[in-house]
């Protein structure tokens, strides 16, 4: 893996500590701007964890007790474990998009999903509100919702779990950030759906040049998808490089073992 | 091979928000001694609601379900109980087939007891069982929150076969627990399938697994059976736009 000064997102050496209990040890990785990555494991794995302390959302407990993790941004570099409120609050939404594993919760109840999608925008005054709100119907069509005008006069409570997780998708999407850090973004959604999600990151990604961190436990997704893979096990990073060589010429032994329980759709 | 399972114009309604939605609308199938046979859609297709019918949860509004030639919505009584040791369920969740405060061991005894095995009896059986489904003897003595999602899904299965069912209905069985020990689960339902010649019907999302495991596959879309047919014809010839779209979004060509 690179760790030139052309990498976007750089994890220096870290250690995740919850209370007593490591849950990351010692993980160094760095990924180019523009590119892919997908992080795979199991549970119990830290992908999560690890995702998480990028996006500066360990929560309670949980701290990196060593090393760093550097965002190159568009005019600074930024240690993400060192990152506070205010601070954050700005990165969010233009410069670094986050889809959670559960994009709903992260919804607000009590406001439009309209209301939330020109929040993002306020910090971002190049982008009009007309302009926000088409790209959002846009992506809503593309994700498959019949009406996206009425999706966005909507609260977040009157959708299933699988439409607030499109419209977490979309919100973070929307704004075309530099950085997305995908938490099991489409774990929740129909495979219909899931196909859909994937191909729009994609396309953020050739047309707008964002770079992709994936977090999930499908290997499927990430042989389409990314570019590097990433593998965890049981807190530690055991395998790294593209994805032909992880996924086709595995070293580790655990890796193989994960690649060899992957069943594939067979056609003829 | 003779049917071991008939569903004939199967339906039920229910009322959202007082319109009537159909849910299940009419479909058709059966299930062959030995097979296994899989169910894919996605969600709201009716899956779900089809064997909630099957197992006898949910009184369909009309049509026919024949276990074995006997049509089970007359089934009353001790012959309904019976019915109830025929077929069994594995669900998504392991911890779901479990009461939380009861022993593995005990939940998985239950149902001999219940249907009249004796204490020394069902001991007898409780060790074969965990030995079929490769735990180890100390896992009766474990509560479920004890152990992990693959052993507690072995506990499952267990608990589904103490009873000696012909067939097995698994409810996205594996698609909760991690890649691995899928791995291990689907050769352990393959494997018991042989050796009890259990039916199963596999209601799945996932196509790959329907292909590795599947004789048979129907494809249900909102209420109805868009296809049907061997797993090899479907997913190489499907016929239906829907299936065709399932087998595109499953083979993730982004």
């Known amino acids: 893996m690179d760790k ?55 929560g309670e407990g949980g701290a990196v007790t060593q090393g760093q993790i550097l965002y190159r941004g568009a005019d600074t570099t930024i240690d993400m474990t060192q990152i506070r409120g205010e601070e954050l609050r700005r990165l969010r939404g233009a410069e670094i998009g986050m889809i959670f594993q559960n994009a709903g919760a992260s919804l607000c109840p009590i406001r439009t999903i309209e209301e939330q999608l020109y929040e ?40 299933s779990g699988g439409m607030n997780q499109r419209v977490g998708i979309v919100l973070a999407m929307v704004l075309r950030p530099r950085l997305l850090l995908a938490d099991e973004p489409t774990s929740a959604l129909d495979v219909t759906v899931q196909l859909q999600v994937l191909r729009e990151m994609k396309k953020l990604r050739d047309l707008y040049g964002t770079s992709i961190v994936l977090v999930t436990h499908n290997i499927g997704v990430v042989n389409h998808l990314a570019d590097h893979v990433a593998v965890m096990h049981q807190g530690k990073l055991v395998e790294c490089g593209t994805k032909g060589d992880v996924l086709n010429h595995p070293q580790n032994a655990y890796t193989k073992k994960l690649i060899g329980s992957v069943l594939h759709l067979k056609r003829s | 091979m003779d049917t071991i399972l008939e569903v004939k114009n199967l339906s039920k309604q229910f009322y959202k928000n007082k319109k009537l939605f159909t849910a299940v609308n009419g479909i058709s199938f059966s299930l062959q001694r030995g097979e296994c046979l899989g169910i894919v859609g996605e969600s709201g297709c009716g899956k779900s609601t089809t064997v909630k019918m099957l197992t006898h949860l949910l009184k369909p509004d009309g049509g026919d379900i024949f276990l074995n030639g006997t049509d089970i919505q007359k089934l009353r009584g001790t012959s309904l109980k019976e019915f109830y040791t025929e077929v069994q369920m594995v669900f998504q969740v392991p911890q779901d087939s479990f009461d939380p405060r009861k022993k593995l061991g005990v939940s998985i005894m239950e149902s001999m007891r219940n249907h009249g095995v004796s ?136």
């Open chain 1, 120 to 159: 993002a925008v306020l910090e971002h005054e190049s982008i009009s509100k007309g302009e926000i709100r088409d790209r959002a119907l846009e992506l809503f069509e593309q994700l498959r919702f019949t009406n996206g005008a009425q999706i966005l006069k909507s609260y977040p409570f009157e959708f």
């Open chain 1, 4 to 58: 030139k000064t052309d990498s976007i997102l750089e994890y220096r050496n870290v250690d995740i500590h919850y209370g007593k209990k490591q849950v990351i040890e010692n993980v160094s990785l760095a990924m180019k701007q523009g590119e892919i990555l997908g992080i795979v494991g199991e549970s119990g794995s830290g992908k999560s964890t690890l995702i998480r302390a990028a996006m500066g959302l360990l």
């Open chain 2, 119 to 254: 204490k020394k009896e069902a001991q007898n059986r409780l060790e074969q069982l965990l030995q079929q489904v490769e735990l180890p003897l100390e896992m009766a003595d474990r509560y479920p929150n004890q152990v992990s999602g693959g052993q507690c899904q072995r506990a499952a299965i267990a608990r589904a076969l103490a009873v000696n069912p012909k067939i097995l209905i698994c409810d996205e069985a594996t698609s909760a627990l991690d890649v691995t020990v899928q791995a291990q689960i689907i050769e352990l339902l393959k494997r018991l399938q042989k050796e009890r010649d259990l039916s199963i019907l596999l209601i799945s999302h996932d196509l790959a697994l329907v292909q590795h495991l599947c004789d048979r596959v129907i494809v249900m879309y909102q209420g109805n059976i868009v296809e049907q047919g061997t797993t090899e014809r479907v997913i190489n010839v499907p016929e239906d736009d829907y299936t065709k779209m399932l087998i595109e979004a499953a083979m993730l060509e982004i």
